[in-house]
């Protein structure tokens, strides 16, 4: 179904009692659809979708801009949790407390029917980057690695090998980030950077590649803490273990 127009989505606060897909959502009953959507059909039951279509309605005349239908019971976004208990449609319970997809054998898995990651490159509507974020840390199921905090925007890579940890922090902060080749550099500040080291690695040795310094570092049982004064173009924190 496509291109989408006056369609929403209705965010099912109650009937998910908080999902964490929801974070940061809470103040809102609906939000904007994508533009394409593909009809679906589930083959196992899924109970209290977080997300539900409001379908699209004309965006004109005037007089007949108006929803035909308040609420559905489409799913606009399947959850799924595979653990020691076999396949699992997620609930809230298991997704507040992890017990299933934290076990060895098992994972998660979120789709959705529609075009949100297109959808935020090209409108960039921060509801769909929270729902994008929190997916992306209700799948994973534990601690980042690596967290950042500071003025800016970074991409972050963590490289693990047998004997190093890297994180590379590469500077995107600019007006022409999202729209074609960057003219210049802009520089941004100081970066708190903390890193969970691996179960059994013992750091040596932490160093800025590109400021080639050696950074003051605070360890707190697997946890580095360190700040990089400033960063360009791209910093590389490089940590032997």
Not at 74 to 92: F, I, M, N, S, T
Not at 119 to 141: M, Q
Not at 145 to 152: D, S
Not at 155 to 160: A, G, K, L, Q, S
Request: proline share 9%; aromatic share 6%.
């Amino acid at each position: 179904e496509a291109p989408m127009r006056n369609a929403y989505l209705r965010l099912e606060h109650n009937s998910t009692r908080g999902h964490p897909i929801l974070k940061g959502l809470e103040d809102a009953s609906r939000i904007i659809h994508g533009v394409w959507r593909v009809e679906v059909e589930a083959r196992e039951k899924f109970s209290n979708p977080p997300l539900t279509l409001i379908p699209s309605y004309p965006d004109l005349p005037m007089e007949k801009v108006y929803p035909r239908v308040a609420k559905t019971d489409r799913p606009e976004v399947y959850l799924r949790e595979v653990g020691l208990r076999g396949p699992q449609p997620a609930d809230r319970s298991e997704a507040s407390h992890g017990s299933v997809g934290t076990t060895s054998d098992g994972g998660r898995v979120i789709y959705f029917p529609w075009d949100i990651d297109r959808t935020f490159w090209e409108v960039l509507c921060v509801d769909h980057f929270k729902l994008l974020r929190n997916s992306v840390e209700w799948a994973t199921n534990e601690e980042p690695p690596v967290a950042i905090t500071g003025p800016g925007v970074l991409d972050v890579t963590v490289w693990r090998q047998k004997k190093s940890m890297t994180v590379h922090l590469v500077n995107l902060t600019n007006p022409m980030m999202m729209k074609g080749p960057i003219r210049e550099l802009i520089a941004i500040g100081a970066q708190k950077v903390r890193v969970r080291i691996p179960d059994g690695a013992r750091p040596r040795t932490v160093k800025l590649l590109a400021a080639n310094i050696i950074p003051r570092v605070e360890r707190s049982g697997r946890y580095l803490t360190l700040t990089v004064p400033a960063i360009l173009d791209h910093e590389v924190v490089a940590i032997d273990l």
